[in-house]
């Protein structure tokens, strides 16, 4: 089946007992066992089902099924944020000791987690010169657990060669993980060019409407856990406390979020809602059809944005001139994400006061939404950073990340025409103020 299909009909036909063909909101805590025996073959891993809503729940298992299948992959696991996700995906790879080699190019609260969070429990954030699979491999050594990068980086708007970093670190044995958020398994499937776990904050394009947060673990299911045994006894040695499961042979194709869900969200429960998962099943239905608007209009704005001379500069791969051009080409079809940065003329202040003229544009830190979002990330999303470490990342003092809506691509473009007047005529008065304290 085609994405469009998928996203509307994958894991779930209809209900059994009333033929409903919306997904229930199984909205319970519990679930009765059939006997004491079955109780424990269920808490053993021995055999599927549900038992507690912090370790699976059918509304939630649906949305899983859903997003694994739009990936094009064997498993799936819904936590209660992106960030949880991936938190959950970075400590399932990596023990106490082991390091994970990423791009420099990262949402801020990532960046934060690798260079701040998870050093506090042993694990080591290893940031590249570069997102090129040269630049990584310089990084890796025998301790790297995992290698990661963002498909489409946020707020940098750099595409990753994916293909090529996935060759280099299965040629070290290591998975390669990645965030594809931004991109969406509608204009790119990572698992094709050969990476292992997919993460993604539903919260953004695939929820589409800012109204639920959720995340996802996707595992492609092809990485070989027991040929790279020493390096991860957790997926293929016994565990103790499953009375000796074996992750790898028990679950040949999904070990890494079998573990993830029988280790990391058992006792840490950081679950979605079976409501929020009903409300994201909502917006996957059109996610397909709202991309492809999000897409034409960010190219409309964008060529705006290009041919204003009251914008210095427009981050935007569709460009030819863009160094990520060729990826996009490669990777998304030639339809670069709707995810773009640009810099006004006139450097932070002009930025600032264009900013807070903007009206049918949003203010705030979101991406993906249905409506038009924009935010400065140097004083929000990478605030925490070093500005050394946003340079890397793509955030410079004046950088504006705009999220291209569906709403009119003339409507959109009007908001940022007015902003940008506003922002010439602030500039002008301020011009003059300074010329006439210099008289007096």
Known sequence: MRA???????????????????????????????????????FNLEEDGYRYSRIANPTVAVLEERVAALEGCAGALAAASGQAALYYAFANVA???????????????THTLL???????????????????????????????????????????????????????????????????VATPILLRPAQYGADIIVHS??????????????????????????????FPQFTTPDDSYHGLVYATRFPRTAFVARAR????????????????FLLLQGIETVALRVERHVENARAVAQFLRGDPRIAWVNYAGFPESR?????QKYLGGRPASLLTFGVAGGFQAGKDFYDALGLVKRLVNIGDAKSLACHPASTTHRQMPEAEQLKAGVTPETIR???????????????????????A???KTAAALRQKARA
């Open 4 to 42: 469009e299909t998928i996203a509307l009909h994958a894991g779930f036909d209809a209900d059994p007992a009333t033929k409903a063909v919306a997904v229930p909101i199984y909205q319970t805590a519990a679930y009765q066992f059939d006997s004491a025996d079955q109780g424990a073959a269920l």
């Open 95 to 109: 023990r106490p000791g082991a390091n994970i080699v990423s791009v420099p190019q990262l949402y801020g609260t």
């Open 115 to 181: 260079a701040n969070l998870l050093p506090g429990q042993g694990v080591q954030g290893r940031f590249a010169q570069g997102d090129g699979a040269e630049a990584l491999a310089a990084c890796i050594d025998e301790n790297t657990a995992a290698v990661f990068c963002e498909t489409v980086g946020n707020p940098a708007g750099n595409i990753c060669d994916i293909e090529a970093i996935a060759n280099m670190a299965h040629s070290h044995g290591i998975p390669l993980i990645v965030d594809n958020t």
């Open 202 to 231: 539903l919260t953004k394009f695939m929820g589409g409407h800012g109204s639920a947060m959720g995340g996802m673990v996707v595992e492609a299911g092809n990485f070989d856990w027991m040929a790279n045994a020493a390096r």
């Open 262 to 277: 029988a280790v990391y969200q058992r006792t840490t429960g950081a679950i979605l809602s079976p409501m929020s998962a």
């Open 324 to 328: 990520h051009y060729v990826l996009a």
């Open 402 to 424: 705009l999220s291209v809506g569906i709403e009119h691509r003339d409507d959109i473009i009007a908001d940022l025409d007015q902003a940008l007047a506003a922002s010439a």
């Open 426 to 428: 602030t500039k002008g």
